[in-house]
C-alpha cells in the first residue's frame, strides 16, 4: 500500500507568478483535500475533490483552484502568488463512504513565495 | 468563535508522566474527532479517530469524547521525550468531508 504523495517538497516563488502542487492519493482512496498550514497555525481547509469535482471549498479566493484526475491524483493552482500564500500546503486522502472520513496526509509542499 | 479550540501551550510533563491534551468543539453536527500529532517541519500523523461517546484506547493513547460537552481529549500515559510534538485536534462535519483543525497544542515531555 502506498501512501500520499506530494511534489515538490520546496518551492520559491516571486509575488504575481502562478504556481502548481501535484498530489498522488493513498492506494485505494477516492477523495483529496487540500490545506494551507501557516507557521503556528493548524491546516486550513482549501478544498476537496471527489470523482474528479470540487466537493467544497474553504474560505480561500478563486486564485486558489484544483483539479482531481481519474486516477484520484490531484492538483492544487494558485495565481497570482501574495507573500502571504507563503506556507506548508498539504493534501489528505481519504475514502469517501468510510466511516469516520479519517485523512491521512502526505509530506507536504513548503512555499515560499518573495 | 473557532470552531474547534485548543489550548496552544506548551505543556510540559515529566517523562513517565501522563499527557492530557484537551480540545472543545462548537459545530453540535460534528460526528468524528482525530487526533494528528505533528512534528516540526513535518506534516500530520494520525494517531486516533474516535466518533463514539466514551473512550477508545490504542497502546499508551486514550481518546475520549463527550458530545454532550462537546469536549474531545487524548491522554499520553508513560510520556516519552518523542513524543514532543504538537498535537492537533480535528472535527468532521458537513455532508462532505471537510475537516476542522484546532490550532495544535504543543506538548514537551522533559526528560
Known amino acids: 500500500e502506498t501512501g500520499v504523495t506530494q511534489s515538490p517538497t520546496h518551492l520559491i516563488k516571486t509575488r504575481g507568478q502562478q504556481v502548481t502542487l501535484r498530489c498522488s492519493s493513498q492506494?485505494?482512496?477516492?477523495?483529496v483535500s487540500w490545506y494551507q498550514q501557516a507557521l503556528g497555525q493548524g491546516p486550513q481547509f482549501i478544498f476537496q475533490?471527489?470523482?474528479?469535482?470540487?466537493?467544497g471549498r474553504g474560505n480561500f479566493p478563486p486564485r486558489f483552484s484544483g483539479l482531481q484526475f481519474p486516477n484520484y491524483s490531484s492538483e492544487l493552482n494558485v495565481n497570482a502568488l501574495e507573500l502571504d500564500d507563503s506556507a506548508l500546503y498539504l493534501c489528505?486522502?481519504?475514502?469517501?463512504?468510510?466511516?469516520?472520513?479519517?485523512?491521512?496526509f502526505g509530506p507536504g509542499t513548503r512555499l515560499t513565495v518573495t | 468563535q473557532k470552531e474547534v479550540e485548543q489550548n496552544s501551550g506548551p505543556l510540559s510533563v515529566p517523562e513517565g508522566a501522563i499527557a492530557s491534551l484537551n480540545c472543545t468543539y462548537s459545530?453540535?453536527?460534528?460526528?468524528?474527532f482525530f487526533w494528528y500529532r505533528q512534528y516540526s517541519g513535518k506534516s500530520p500523523e494520525l494517531i486516533m479517530f474516535i466518533y463514539s461517546n466514551g473512550d477508545k484506547e490504542d497502546g499508551r493513547f486514550t481518546a475520549q469524547l463527550n458530545k454532550a460537552s462537546q469536549y474531545v481529549s487524548l491522554l499520553i500515559r508513560d510520556s516519552q521525550p518523542s513524543d514532543s510534538a504538537t498535537y492537533l485536534c480535528?472535527?468532521?462535519?458537513?455532508?462532505?468531508?471537510?475537516?476542522?483543525f484546532g490550532t495544535g497544542t504543543k506538548l514537551q515531555v522533559i526528560p
Open positions: 492506494s485505494g482512496h477516492n477523495t
Open positions: 480535528a472535527g468532521h462535519s458537513g455532508g462532505y468531508q471537510k475537516v476542522t
Open positions: 459545530d453540535r453536527g460534528s460526528q468524528s
Open positions: 475533490y471527489y470523482r474528479e469535482e470540487e466537493n
Open positions: 489528505a486522502s481519504s475514502l469517501t463512504g468510510q466511516a469516520g472520513a479519517v485523512q491521512y
